[in-house]
């Protein structure tokens, strides 16, 4: 793992690096020469080029992605974290207009979280969000990053002030929606510490009423502090209950059903915002109600011309791309009707966008245009399965599986079909197969203790369950099985330690609720039978 992360952060500078030698002239030998060694894994030799080419040319454009890689190598491969804040200072005080800068002034608070010296590294932190805005290069997630980080260390220091300062600032940014979630769930906890609830009210009100096309999860760390908003904020709880009865219709592929669920809340709802998300999700549910991408395409052109500056931009981007190539692919169709490889490939795209019976409709029509072609029956399988029609899911994916005995994605798959049918024995007997062909792979063991465990046969899959776990510490969802298994077998301390380490995994979704009220219960029962 340790020489992974370390080939990752070279992989970083190399691709730096690209970016800034487009359109400029080749950088110097001694640089090329210290990334070849980084690359091959002689960090010393690496390190030793970079600081002759540093030394050398100080004013070469490539000079500060030079300090950086220099004070990763300190850091990552020497842990000599002094050395390597004072090459993260050189490009941050030396070189402040580069685009290594944020970066570095990142890794700066890296290493002084590394010394658990917060103050300096929540600065650090701070300062890699101030160089950010100026270069306005970096994507949402490393942004997001950056914050939680600062908030953690001021958090960490005791100076809750700084904490609530730094979320402030990226908010008077006007930073992409889920960056700003994030901060206004985080400023509203931070509130909550410092015993100022109606502060913490107010910021868990904004972040729901501002972003309220931000992931699910997220939505609901604010709605799970209601308790505390209607202490000290007026809000109208409906039409978001109902947005979110959508979001687990969307999930339960229940589109119809979330699609009038939309209606409801628009009838209810005063955000403007709530509204602009509600109207988003009824043009994407209608193209996959109906799969008429012409028509999803032109409401969805109208829609951005009436919000210019809609919340889901790049949502919105990515399914334009995607109903752009089914009607390409359904002209290639119509163009050649006879042709199962075009065929089968539209299905394939109708299924990835959620048309689940245009896809089963076309996929059908490719297997019967050609009924030896295996791949059919696989894609039919999957479609299938998508569409809720268990007993064709498994028979495609057994027709598949006939001429492709070791392929265990499909092996894993038409086990899951036949529990859907509470064919067990069957289910076992495929999930078995797939731990056979690859017995080191989590998943494998982890589907296989779920088979056992809805057959009833607790001790075999807490047996495969702790395999899962050996393989991969940190598959989680074999935590959860782990712990309702030994609350069954009445091993109360096996099963608070399996809920424990599912938690601190996975610290929110359904799996994480149940185990905490489970915990709850279990230690209020006492007990140490293992």
Known sequence: MESDRKGLRLGFVSLLCVILLTGTALATAEFNKATRLGMLGDYDGALKEYESFLGEHPDDELAPVAALAAGNLYLDVREDYDAAMEKYDQVVKEYPSSPAAPEAARRKGEAAQALEEWTAAGEAFDLALDLAVGHGSQPAGWIGDVIARAGDCFYRAGDNERVIQTYHKVLDRDPAAGVAASALIRMGETYETMDQPEKAAESYVRMLEEYPGVPAQTRRQAMGKRDLIDQHVEFDWKPYELNEEATDLIRQ??????????????????????LEYVEYRRIALDATLTADYETARRNMGQYLQKYPRAQLLERIEENLETWTRIIDGEAERDANPEDPARMTALGSMYLRAGAFHA???????????????????????????AAGRTDDATGAFEKYLEGNPEDTNALNMVGYACMGTEQYDKAIRYFRQYAELAPDEANAHDSLGEGLFRAGRL???????????E??????????????????????????????????LSP???????AGAALAELRGQGGSQR
């Open 253 to 274: 592929r229940n589109f119809a059903g979330a699609r009038a669920k939309c209606d409801e809340v628009e009838a209810c709802c005063r955000n403007p915002r709530l």
């Open 359 to 385: 896809a089963i409709e076309t996929v059908e029509r490719a297997r019967d245009l050609d009924p030896e072609r295996s791949d059919t029956y696989q894609l039919l399988g999957y479609a299938y399965n």
């Open 459 to 469: 001790e075999e899959a807490a047996a495969e369950y702790e395999k899962a776990v």
């Open 471 to 504: 393989i991969d510490p940190g598959f989680s969802n074999s935590y959860f099985f782990l712990g309702q298994i030994y609350e069954q077998l009445d091993k109360k301390d096996r099963a608070i330690e399996a809920y424990e380490r599912l938690i601190g």
């Open 508 to 514: 929110s979704g359904s799996q994480a609720e149940q």
